[in-house]
């Protein structure tokens, strides 16, 4: 039986709401908290699937992890060294981040081990790690393709590298970081654009000294993780979908609550700005090493833009939400730069210009991202291709609709928003989960 959403047109998004935590980095504390010293007690936790697969990977790895419960998680850390070999493959489910920062991990680990994933993460593209691990001294093989499962095979030592990153890419840059905690000499990553910078930030909140200048970010080996307490922020991907439905839909006024506001996330708040969003960023303030800030949204004429190829990856997992505001936005929003969003766990250019195209609006795709000509929004049914961010971008585009929107295959919704359909209903949308 498949989940799909079926959404009512009209409605408004009102109130005040609390979004889950951060996925990004639950991801991390989970991983750093496993490998200090000492029990990290996390709070906010998002306990969505891509998480639980994270956490159930460490447990297989001799952590032991007492929770989630109700966003609480308790890990016993075993230290750098501590981790012991899995008696099973890593079941990484849907979760990217997950294998992408494991396989950095894991490379420097004296055990065999092997990562593997459901059929969307298995085709997804690994060289972009498995080569400069490779160049770290790293054994890995992949399947045909360079796509998962990745079969970790331990070697004599990692050595430090200077690695160019050719694309942006935060999990790309973690998962070498992850590695260089095991490599002899510095290990050293630079962007050629800026990406969410979590894993720097949240290394230093556990003790670990890292230096960063400009695009460029160090480490080296000999140090150790300390446990500590941390407090996950609201996940500003997940808040997308309500800041561009409260833009959206006439006479909306919505506060989001303790939401995640690192200038390196904070690219969709830049990019609705300039569409004419009315966004308030209101009780700013630091939690646990990260700016949070409450959101007020209130319903804004929209207008078309050029969006800045600067701005691209500090927004890449938000264009899902975005291209719904292009689509109810006047005049033409052209996106480019975004070749990303083809490996993501869809092809979202396609998957975006398709369902767009499904519900009335007028669209060209282009190899690296599209022009979306805003105008009426209709009924029609999408496919999400099992893609949470697709499902959830469509679901408001039924406030604007002029008949039902179905939008099929929404089960790994779950992956990332697991109360999405309530907090949705909550705030105003007309959402009906109905099993095909």
């Not at 065999?112 to 690994?126: A, E, F, I, W």
């Not at 590298?161 to 998962?175: E, G, N, W």
């Not at 000499?185 to 890292?210: I, N, Q, S, W």
């Not at 949470?388 to 928003?417: K, P, Q, W």
């Amino acid at each position: 039986m498949s989940k799909c959403f079926k959404i009512s047109p009209g409605g408004k998004l009102t109130g005040s709401i609390r979004i889950p935590g951060d996925k990004s980095m639950s991801h991390r504390s989970v991983i750093l908290g496993a490998l200090a010293e000492g029990v990290t007690r996390v709070s906010g936790l998002l306990e969505g699937e891509d998480i639980l697969a994270t956490i159930a990977a460490f447990r297989a790895m001799g952590v032991n992890i007492e929770g989630p419960d109700e966003g609480q998680l308790v890990i016993c850390g075993v230290g750098l060294n501590g981790l012991r070999q899995p008696q099973h493959d890593l079941d990484m489910g849907n979760s990217g981040t997950a294998m992408r920062l494991l396989s950095g991990l894991l490379s420097g680990q004296s055990f065999p081990s092997c990562l593997s994933g459901d059929k969307s993460l298995s085709g997804r593209p690994m060289r972009r790690v498995v080569d400069p691990l490779t160049e770290m001294g790293a054994h890995i093989s992949t399947a045909e393709g360079g796509t998962p499962p990745l079969q970790i095979i331990p070697v004599n030592g990692l050595r430090g590298i200077d690695y160019q990153m050719p694309m942006a890419s935060a999990q790309v840059k973690s998962c070498l970081l992850l590695a260089g905690l095991y490599a002899e000499g510095k290990t050293c990553v630079t962007e050629p654009a800026p990406t969410r910078d979590h894993t720097e930030r949240m290394l230093r909140g556990f003790g670990y000294p890292v230096s960063s200048g400009g695009s460029r970010v160090c480490l080296e080996p000999g140090f150790h993780l300390k446990a500590t307490d941390m407090v996950v922020p609201g996940d500003i991907s997940s808040a997308a979908f309500f800041m561009v439905g409260a833009s959206i839909a006439p006479g909306s006024h919505i506060e989001i609550r303790n939401v995640g506001t690192n200038p390196t996330r904070t690219g969709i708040l830049f990019i609705l700005k300039q569409m004419g969003a009315d966004i308030e960023l209101k009780n700013e303030r630091t939690v646990g090493g990260e700016p949070v800030a409450d959101l007020i949204v209130q319903s804004a004429p929209l207008h078309g833009i050029h969006i800045d190829e600067a701005h691209v990856p500090l927004a890449i997992d938000e264009f899902p939400a975005i291209l719904i505001a292009a689509a109810a936005a006047s005049g033409e929003t052209i996106l480019s730069g975004a070749e990303e969003l083809r490996v993501k766990e869809s092809d979202r250019i396609a998957a975006m210009a398709r369902g767009l195209t499904h519900i009335g609006v007028d669209v060209t795709e282009t190899a690296d991202g599209m022009r979306v000509r805003g105008g009426e929004i209709q009924g029609g049914t999408v496919d999400s291709h099992g893609d949470h961010r697709i499902a959830m971008a469509f679901s408001m585009a039924g406030l604007l609709s002029n008949t039902e929107i179905y939008i099929e295959d929404c089960d790994n919704v779950s992956t990332s928003f697991p109360d999405f359909q309530s907090l949705a209903e909550s705030g105003g949308l007309d959402i009906t989960v109905i099993s095909k």
